[in-house]
């Protein structure tokens, strides 16, 4: 009876881990199209927005891409808020008036706050949303206008580009996980409706932008809020966004844990407009955020009952089991590179995901954010 519990456990935990990258792609895969149409003759107003908080390295680039932008699109509108950094990073901003209007809080509010303050600020017909660090494709407007010809699309979420995904297993990991993101949004996308957007690049009807909390994952609230009006939120290829990977290991940890913490976060606080989805965007939340945020807890009981396992079967069989857990976790993180540092991060990276939910079931979240100094 106890190896049976334990190998249904085994076998369960296992399929749930692999579950959202595995086999979740295959069902969206069989789902059938839902039709989508664009015009490249629609026009709409945009403002393009983003915050920023000690960006002063990437800052030139950023306002030459700004720069070319507003050369093709003049009537682009571009807000920036500077979250008290404590470099020049508002100086430069506030230099280049011709491109855009930067605006100041009182010290650290974050990210949310931010974006509220330049929503509010916004005129245009669709509100664009993007990164200090992230560079967009010159056009990714018009491209973007096209797809809201149809009164039906609520938002978009753009195609992200990771930049320097080669070098550390930290940044190959990063890149794979992410062009598998791309595929399921994709998929999502053709099936009906993404389940969020990445902060990177996206938009949204300006006037759908919800009312939320500072301490929400501004990203996740304002796009879902596009399928929460009975909207579609699209994911196309067509509007193009570059970014830096992070290269160093520490750093992506710790970014996992700050954006899962803040994610779960948001699911509790978006609970009851989430019971009111159709059924399909319903499997769809749960296949790709709820099952994935518990991967880490998923591959604890694995390997725990296939310690149980092995100890049922013979003793010798459970310690060299424990053994090899024990050598994986002391010799796996000196790798840098080669399949088993691959491995490791993706267990870092499952781990990283569970220690974010737990801390923000304990009520813990975070409002503010520092950027990467590896990318």
């Excluded at 979420?157 to 297993?169: K, V």
């Excluded at 998929?187 to 993404?194: A, K, M």
């Excluded at 596009?226 to 509007?239: E, I, M, N, S, T």
């Amino acid at each position: 009876m106890l190896f049976l519990l334990a190998l249904i456990v085994f076998l369960a935990s296992s399929i749930l881990v692999i579950y959202p990258y595995i086999i979740y792609p295959f069902i969206l895969k069989a789902l059938p199209s839902r039709p989508l149409r664009r015009d490249p003759r629609h026009a709409c107003s945009a403002t393009l927005v983003f915050c920023a908080y000690n960006e002063g390295a990437v800052m030139p680039e950023k306002l030459r891409n700004i720069e070319a932008l507003k050369a093709r699109y003049p009537d682009l509108e571009v807000l920036a808020f500077d979250d008290g950094s404590s470099d020049d990073t508002f100086a430069q901003m506030q230099a280049r008036p011709d491109l855009l209007t930067a605006t100041q809080g009182g010290g650290r509010n974050g990210k949310a706050h931010g974006m509220k303050r330049l929503a509010g600020m916004a005129t245009g017909d669709i509100i664009i949303f993007t990164d200090a660090n992230v560079l967009l494709d010159e056009a990714s407007i018009d491209n973007l206008r096209a797809w809201y010809v149809d009164p039906e699309v609520g938002g978009i979420c753009g195609t992200l580009r990771y930049i320097g995904a080669e070098g550390s297993a930290t940044a190959s990991v990063g890149g794979a996980y992410w062009r598998l993101e791309e595929y399921l949004k994709k998929e999502e996308s053709r099936t009906g409706n993404v389940m969020g957007a990445d902060g990177s690049i996206f938009s949204l009807r300006r006037a759908l932008y919800p009312e939320f909390p500072d301490s929400v994952l501004d990203d996740l609230t304002v796009s879902m809020a596009a399928v929460f009006a009975g909207k579609r939120l699209l994911k196309v290829d067509d509007v193009i966004a570059y970014e830096r990977l992070v290269a160093a290991r520490s750093e992506e940890f710790a970014r996992k844990v700050r954006i899962s913490a803040r994610a779960f976060h948001t699911h509790l606080y978006l609970r009851p407009q989430l019971v009111g989805m159709s059924r399909m965007d319903k499997f769809k939340y749960g296949s790709r955020k709820l099952v994935r945020w518990f991967g880490g807890l998923f591959l604890c009981l694995s390997v725990l009952s296939a310690m149980f396992l092995g100890a049922l079967i013979s003793p010798l069989l459970g310690l060299a089991v424990l053994v090899a857990l024990v050598l994986a976790i002391v010799i796996g993180p000196r790798f840098e590179t080669g399949p088993v540092s691959t491995v490791t991060e993706i267990v870092l990276a499952l781990m990283a995901t569970s220690m974010g939910v737990w801390r923000a079931m304990k009520g813990q979240t975070v409002v503010t954010w520092s950027p990467a100094k590896s990318r």
